[in-house]
C-alpha cells in the first residue's frame, strides 16, 4: 500500500480490455483477418461442459456435437457472436440490446454470416438430415458458450451474466438471427442454459430496439373490459400474416460485396399465416416482413357453465350405460 492515499488496482486481469478493445479495434482488417477468441477463454473446458451439462447430448451422439463445435466455422461463430455481444454492454454492464440489430456495415456480423453460410454447406452434402439436428440446437449451445465465454472476459460483470433476463435476451436473440423466426416457448426443452442462473434484476437500454418490441395490446371491444380485468379471462392467441424468406444473418451473406444502394430480395418470399402469443411477434428483427396484425382471441372460462356442462354429461353418460345394461340382460333372457 502507498501511503499517498493511491491504491493499486488488485482486479481481476484478463486479456480483453474495454478501454483499448472496442469492437473496431478487436481485431485489424476485421474483413480479411480471423475472428478469435479472447485467449482468456478455456475453449477445450467450455466444449466439455457443453458435452457433459446439454440435455440433448448423450453418448450416442457425444461424437457427432464434438466434431461440429470443433470446427473452424463453428469457432468463428462463437467468437463474432462474443464480441457483439460485449459491444452492447458498458462498463456499468447496462445491456443496450438496440446494438443486437443486423446492421450493414458491420465487419463482425459479416464474419459471422459468412461462417454460417460456410457451416450449412459444409453439414449438407455428407450429413443429410443430421444437418436439421445441428441448427435446432445451434443457437442454445451458442448462447451457453456465449455466456461463459463472457464470464471468462469481464468476471466482475457475472451478477449479470448469471441473470435468467440476461439469458433469456441472448438466447430470443440467436434464435432470431439464425432461424428467421422466434419461437413462443422459447426456454421450452431448454433449461440447462438456466440452470445456474438466478433472479436478478438488470438495466436494459432499448433505444427503439427492433427485435424488442412486441404487439400492441389488445382494444378492448364493447362489455369486454370486465371479462379482460377478470382472472378467469386470459388472451389466447393472435393471427398473424408474415412474409418469411432468408433470415437475417442470412440476408447479410446474400449481401456482400453488393453496391450500397441495392440489396438482394428473395423474389418468391412464404406467405403465411401463422398463430403466436398475442404479445409475442414471430419475427421482430425485420419488421417488414409482418404484413397484417393479427386480431387477439379473448378467452374466458365460465365455471357455472363447465359445471352444467359436466353434469348434463354425466347425466346422458348414466343413462347410456343403464340402457346398455338392460339390452344386455335382455339378450342374456333371450
Not at 447430448?57 to 461440429?68: E, G, Y
Not at 451458442?142 to 433469456?168: A, D, K, Y
Request: contains cysteine.
Amino acid at each position: 500500500l502507498k501511503m499517498d492515499g493511491k491504491y493499486p488496482d488488485e482486479t481481476f486481469k484478463t486479456d480483453f480490455d474495454r478501454s483499448t478493445s472496442p469492437l473496431s479495434a478487436l481485431f485489424q482488417d476485421s474483413r480479411n483477418a480471423e475472428i478469435k477468441l479472447p485467449s482468456s477463454v478455456n475453449f477445450v473446458a467450455l466444449r466439455e461442459t457443453v458435452l457433459a451439462e446439454a440435455t440433448f447430448i448423450n453418448p450416442n451422439n457425444k461424437s457427432f456435437w464434438k466434431k461440429w463445435i470443433d470446427s473452424p466455422q463453428f469457432n468463428a461463430i462463437l467468437a463474432a457472436l462474443v464480441i457483439q455481444v460485449m459491444d452492447c454492454l458498458d462498463d456499468n454492464g447496462h445491456l443496450n440490446v438496440s446494438k443486437l440489430t443486423i446492421r450493414k456495415e458491420n465487419p463482425v456480423m459479416e464474419k459471422l454470416s459468412i461462417s454460417v453460410a460456410e457451416l450449412i454447406m459444409k453439414s449438407k452434402p455428407k450429413h443429410g438430415n443430421s444437418q436439421d439436428m445441428l441448427f435446432l440446437r445451434l443457437p442454445e449451445i451458442l448462447c451457453f458458450m456465449t455466456v461463459n465465454s463472457m464470464q471468462s472476459c469481464i468476471p466482475r460483470l457475472n451478477r449479470i451474466f448469471n441473470s435468467i433476463r440476461f439469458r433469456e435476451i441472448l438466447l430470443d436473440w440467436m434464435v432470431e438471427i439464425l432461424g428467421g423466426v422466434k419461437v413462443n416457448e422459447f426456454s421450452k426443452n431448454k433449461h440447462w442454459i438456466f440452470a445456474d442462473a438466478i433472479e436478478s434484476s438488470i438495466i436494459v437500454v432499448q433505444e427503439n430496439a427492433a427485435h424488442q418490441l412486441s404487439l400492441k395490446p389488445p382494444t378492448p371491444k364493447e362489455n369486454s373490459l370486465e371479462a379482460l380485468q377478470d382472472p378467469s379471462a386470459k388472451l389466447s392467441y393472435a393471427v398473424s400474416k408474415y412474409s418469411l424468406e432468408h433470415s437475417p444473418i442470412m440476408n447479410v451473406y446474400f449481401n456482400l460485396n453488393r453496391a450500397p444502394n441495392t440489396s438482394h430480395a428473395c423474389p418468391t418470399p412464404f406467405k403465411v399465416y401463422l398463430s403466436h402469443s398475442p404479445l409475442r411477434p414471430i419475427t421482430t428483427m425485420r419488421p417488414e416482413t409482418l404484413i397484417s396484425e393479427g386480431k387477439f382471441r379473448e378467452k374466458k372460462i365460465l365455471h357455472e357453465n363447465v359445471k352444467n356442462a359436466l353434469k348434463s354429461t354425466s347425466a346422458v353418460q348414466n343413462q347410456l350405460h343403464s340402457q346398455y345394461v338392460a339390452n344386455k340382460r335382455s339378450m342374456v333372457s333371450d
